[in-house]
């Protein structure tokens, strides 16, 4: 199979971890006889400094051209002071919109292995198998008007917590024909009792669960929803919500499986071309250091051939090689425990292509 790969590595550890995810794809590319080619853009904070933009017009053109995106993480301390129009998440939320990735979906799963590294206790975390379906190019990341005013002689400000129907609804039903091939149940996570939003969000999650009669819908508000994420994990399997929320919950979640740097995402649209990255940011306190745990970007890149190019058993390969390579007692430092292993981003880069 013939392939082209657009790489966006954006800034701080995200280059880093994506070149970790590039070595595997060659990897299962030369095992199985495939074709990988990749092609890099630019976005983010060094997107800025080369450019003036955090989302540069050739990288939109060379992401359509592809088959796929696999992205990295944007941002940093020395852009703290640029206009927010124009900050490094700027380039995010645009390419996003860009290539109109409606669905961001962010799995959440247990690893025997690494049951140590979580501060929660292994009874809570053993089994857990959830999805996380977070709305991506909607809600208060992305409406108008968004500005500082002066009112009555005061400072004030404003951002906007806009969604159309529509929006909502093929997020949502995105979510029941997920969990159409998973536990069947749905649980639509909502702030209902304040929000005139979530109010037209469950409206919505109701009218659509009555063309699905096998899965159960469930409410849940985000405030409850975040403290049952760490007390009771076991009883999600898809959780369908908006993009603020879902961003937060989804960096909560990742405490199941041990670590920030465990936790994939593949974001995807009507039309393609879909995204994968891995759902951390650039982390500036560890970046140029080798030290980041490239895992979950490499896992995204699992993503990418399960969900964009169909490659099931090669998807499968990485997954393996990964759990493999924890079972062997390999850790980077954020999931390091005693009587482990601790390796940079590029040995346990070396250990996954290995043990493929
Ligand atoms: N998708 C993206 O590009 C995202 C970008 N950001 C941006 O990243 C910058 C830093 O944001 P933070 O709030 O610090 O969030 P972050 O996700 O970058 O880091 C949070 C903490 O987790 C650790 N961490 C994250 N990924 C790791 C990995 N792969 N291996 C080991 N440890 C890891 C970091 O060292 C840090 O202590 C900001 O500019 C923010 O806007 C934040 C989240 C997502
Ligand atoms: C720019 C932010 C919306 C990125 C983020 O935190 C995420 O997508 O998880
Ligand atoms: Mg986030």
Request: proline share 4%; with cysteine.
């Amino acid at each position: 199979m013939e392939k082209r790969i657009a790489v966006l590595p954006g800034d701080g550890i995200g280059k880093e971890v994506v070149q970790g995810a590039i070595e595997v794809l060659k990897a299962v590319g030369e095992r199985y006889n495939h074709q990988f080619s990749f092609a890099f853009a630019e976005i983010g904070g060094s997107a800025y400094d080369s450019t003036g933009v955090p989302l540069p017009e050739e990288t939109i053109k060379i992401c359509k051209e592809s088959d796929a995106v696999l992205l990295g993480a944007v941002g940093g301390p020395k852009y703290d002071t640029v206009p927010v129009h124009l900050r490094p998440e700027q380039g995010l939320l645009q390419i996003r919109k860009a290539l109109n990735l409606f669905a961001n979906l962010r799995p959440t799963t247990y690893f025997a292995s690494l049951a140590d590294s979580s501060p929660l206790r292994k009874e809570i975390i053993e089994g857990v198998d959830m999805l996380m379906v977070r709305e991506l190019t909607g809600g208060i990341y992305f409406g108008q008007p968004r500005e500082r005013r002066e009112v009555n002689g005061k400072e004030a400000v404003v951002d906007t917590l806009y969604y159309e129907r529509d929006e909502i609804e093929r997020v949502i039903r995105q979510a029941f024909e997920l969990a159409k091939t998973r536990k069947k149940k749905v649980t639509s996570v909502d702030k209902a009792n304040v929000l005139e939003s979530s109010r037209l969000w469950r409206e919505v999650a109701v009218e659509i669960s009555k063309d699905y009669p096998e899965i159960t819908l469930e409410h849940m508000l985000v405030d409850n929803g975040a403290m049952q994420l760490v007390r009771n994990p076991k009883q999600f399997d898809v959780v369908v919500t908006e993009n603020m929320f879902g961003d937060i919950l989804s960096d909560e979640a990742s405490v199941l499986t041990g670590s920030l740097g465990m936790l994939p995402s593949a974001s995807i649209s009507e039309e393609g071309p879909y995204l994968y990255e891995p759902i951390h940011g650039s982390a500036p306190d560890i970046a140029g250091k080798n030290i980041a745990n490239p895992l979950a970007t490499i896992l995204s890149a699992a993503m990418m051939l399960k969900v964009s190019f169909g490659l099931d058993e090669e998807a499968a390969a990485i997954e393996k090689a990964v759990n493999s390579v924890l079972d062997a007692g390999f850790r980077t430092g954020d999931i390091m425990s005693e009587g482990k292993t601790q390796v940079s981003t590029t040995e346990m880069t070396e250990e996954v292509k290995k043990a493929l």
